[in-house]
Nanobody, 114 residues
């Protein structure tokens, strides 16, 4: 079954770092732009970052620009989100997905303590 599986979430102090991973278990999405979204409690899901199929173009939400970095490794069928200088407002469930196909993983929880 083709699916995306996120991992790497956890509890981190403000100012710390985390690296989230997204595994493309079926190697089905290498030709697609991949996205990270997040959803905080009581809020709508919001865009965090995206990366094109080639990895040559990335874009970020203003709230994470300069702190987060999205990357992908085609050989491993992985997409990553490096989160540095995290803030309490970065708390939420992080999802990776292919927006064009409406395919999303189950999410990984990130909690940033102040």
């Amino acid at each position: 079954q083709v699916q995306l599986v996120e991992s790497g979430g956890g509890l981190v102090q403000a100012g710390g770092s985390l690296r989230l991973s997204c595994a493309d278990s079926g190697r089905a999405f290498s030709t697609y732009t991949m996205r990270w979204y997040r959803q905080a409690p009581g809020k709508e899901r919001e865009f965090v970052a995206r990366i094109t199929a080639s990895g040559g173009i990335t874009s970020y939400a203003d709230s994470v620009k300069g702190r987060f970095t999205i990357s992908r490794d085609h050989a491993k069928s992985m997409v990553y989100l490096q989160m540095n200088s995290v803030k309490p407002e970065d708390t939420g469930v992080y999802f990776c997905g292919v927006g064009a196909l409406g395919v999303w993983g189950q999410g990984t929880q990130v909690t940033v303590s102040s």
